[in-house]
């Protein structure tokens, strides 16, 4: 084994998880009951708590002030002066992480004392919208207050609904599981990972908290492999789930879901001569199993196609995001998986805190996480300033969307995220909300667009029409000639052959839906500064191939999600480069 393998069998660092966090783990008797009564028991807690909305904000606020007063940032923000939101609005700016980094990066140099009480334990890794990694300080404070609760009450719908998939630790596909034994660090020598290569029990204590999967064969791999060879490192736990009776896979990200049934097909033939001969990425690897191998030959031969529902016939659920463009592909995904399949949604949340969590069987909202952080919100429709009016959760209104800003005693104040959310509904008077996109916006020529808006009108016209496809993105370019004004060109790659005549009928049914959702759309629109926009059809497998391009580039594929709007020249030619 060369010095650049990463043997994760083995986690001497205690950074990746190997699912079982201490003894008595996934696999050990009793330890599914406990999981689902400490799961079930925070979803019951965090319900309750929406009862009392606005006391608990106000006690969130109240405790991350008095916690953090002492520090550098609360004394040069007057912390103890502070009383309530009103106050602590006129004290503070909305600010993003590029506001809060000299600090942070003060922080993980080893300075203590700047924006928390706490020292960090690890700092999760998150790609900004420019692609640096940010360093998100997680403190032990920040964990049993903020994380922890929401985290096991994500949890809570999918272990209560399908009991079977806690039973067998090798009965849930947990894709977004990856320990790695030698992380990198910041300069005070403190793990920067990703949230999904945390062991949260052996760095804060909670041997409950390794999610379902994570004690699977698959888990930590027993054989080593590159650290940054993510793709086959996919490869070797298909390998290995192909033997093995799946009832769930997790995805979080919905891309790294979506990429499956094509890495099945793409995979294929060394999956099934592996299993023939007992390997596993050409290395030994238990017992031959002709048996198996086999029947997935079959399996392909008789269906003319491998598809997921075929290799594991019992998957009950998929967990992950389902809004945004993923809610676009989503339901044939779904299909491909088995018939009845359930997609429960994941919490929407980001690296830096959780916003809101689905205490049910809701396709794609969960309730605000009222314990958690103080909430405020702004209205998306207007860019976010440092002076930007916020509104509080209880003074939002359905239907609406809104920018997220939150604070928390972590050390995150007035953080604007950069995610918007749209209000589902008030029940009881607290916000339910799902994930609606990036804040972010295409403006070539006024237009401002938002992702949600563009969804929604892509939805409308792939009702219209009946049409359906696997993944779509979309920029502005020159129309051919010059002539004209700029357009916005789609790349669609279709599920099924779509004719020109259905192509075309879409194109326009699209520019309505666009002009419906947005007032500067329709307004360019009528004044010539936009063209009608335009379709590219791709071939099916487009998007998976550049999702494989970009993995394979050392990406974690958590971090590669789906873009909607892609005005880089480079990353729009290597998508539809090879396309009709």
Known sequence: MTADTDPTSADPTGTGSTGTGAAGGWGSPGHADRYRRRVCAERDRLAVALGSMRAHQHDVLTDLLSFNADTAFGREHGFARIRDIDDFRRALPVQDYAAHAPLIERTAAGEPNLLSADRPVVYFTSSGSTGDRKKVPVTPRFMRT??????????????????????????????????????????????????????????????????????????????????????????????????????????????????????????????VREVRDGTLGGVPYGAPDPARAAELERLAAYFGT??????????????????????????????QFGSGVTALPAPVAASEGPVGVPLDRHGSAGSLVVTASAYEFADAEADLAPDSATLLPHELEAGREYHVIFSHVGGLYRYAVGDVVRVLDMPGGVPRVEYAGRAGRSDAAGERLRESQVIRALRAALTATGLSLVNVACRTEQAPGGREAPRYVFAIAPRNAWRPEETERFAALLDRALE??????????????????????????????????????????????DRLFRQDDALWKRLTDGSG
């Open 146 to 271: 903020t994380f922890f609760p929401f985290y096991y009450a994500a949890w809570a719908p999918l272990v209560e609904n399908f009991p079977d998939i806690a039973h067998r630790p090798d009965a849930v596909l947990n894709l977004k599981h990856d320990p790695i034994a030698q992380p990198p660090t910041t300069a005070d020598g403190r793990p920067h990972v990703g949230a999904s290569q945390v062991d949260f029990g052996a760095k804060f204590g909670e041997p409950l908290s390794a999610e379902p999967g994570t004690a699977a064969p698959w888990g930590a791999l027993p054989v080593g492999v590159a650290p940054d060879d993510h793709l086959e490192k996919m490869y070797l736990r298909l390998r290995l789930a192909v033997q093995s009776d799946i009832r769930c896979l997790i995805g979080i990200n919905p891309a790294m879901i979506a990429a499956v049934p094509y890495q099945l097909a793409l995979w294929w033939e060394r999956i």
């Open 306 to 335: 491998v598809s997921p529902a075929y290799v594991w016939p019992r998957v009950r659920a998929l967990f992950g995001w389902t809004t945004g463009v993923a809610s676009l592909y989503l339901p044939a995904l779904r299909e």
């Open 516 to 561: 419906r959702e947005s007032a500067e759309y329709r307004g360019v629109r009528a004044r010539g500064a936009l063209s009608a926009p335009a379709v590219r059809l791709l071939d099916p497998e487009a998007f998976f191939r550049d999702w494989h391009t970009a993995v394979g580039s050392g990406i974690r594929p958590t971090q590669v999600k």
